[in-house]
């Protein structure tokens, strides 16, 4: 998908201008809101299963590169988001 293959280029620009101007940075994991909170029916539970796996993988991830930039002395903050 599109959002996998633009996040770190966006990561790697925030990370410059964090430590230009000696700021947070923080990363936003946006991620799909729960379908019964939307109003839809959750569907199977391997499906649930999956997006739940899904859900852990790209959060370990985010965890994975904060902890790279707070190796380089950054300032992280890791918080989720939800898309209206």
Same mark, same amino acid.
């Given at each position: 998908?599109?959002?996998?293959? @633009?996040? *770190? @280029? @966006?990561?790697?620009?925030? +990370?410059?201008?964090?430590?230009?101007?000696?700021?947070?940075?923080?990363? /936003?994991? /946006?991620? +799909? *809101? +729960? *379908?019964?909170?939307?109003g839809f029916k959750t569907g199977t539970q391997p499906k649930c299963d999956r997006k739940a796996q899904e859900f852990r993988k790209e959060h370990q %991830? @985010? %965890?994975? =590169?904060?902890?790279?930039? =707070? %190796?380089?002395?950054?300032?992280? $903050? /890791?918080?989720?988001? $939800? *898309?209206?």
């Amino acid at each position: 998908m599109l959002r996998y293959q @633009i996040t *770190p @280029i @966006i990561i790697t620009h925030a +990370e410059t201008l964090a430590q230009a101007f000696k700021s947070k940075l923080w990363l /936003i994991h /946006i991620a +799909e *809101p +729960e *379908p019964d909170f939307v109003g839809f029916k959750t569907g199977t539970q391997p499906k649930c299963d999956r997006k739940a796996q899904e859900f852990r993988k790209e959060h370990q %991830q @985010i %965890q994975e =590169r904060a902890e790279e930039l =707070r %190796q380089k002395g950054l300032d992280v $903050v /890791i918080t989720l988001g $939800v *898309p209206l």
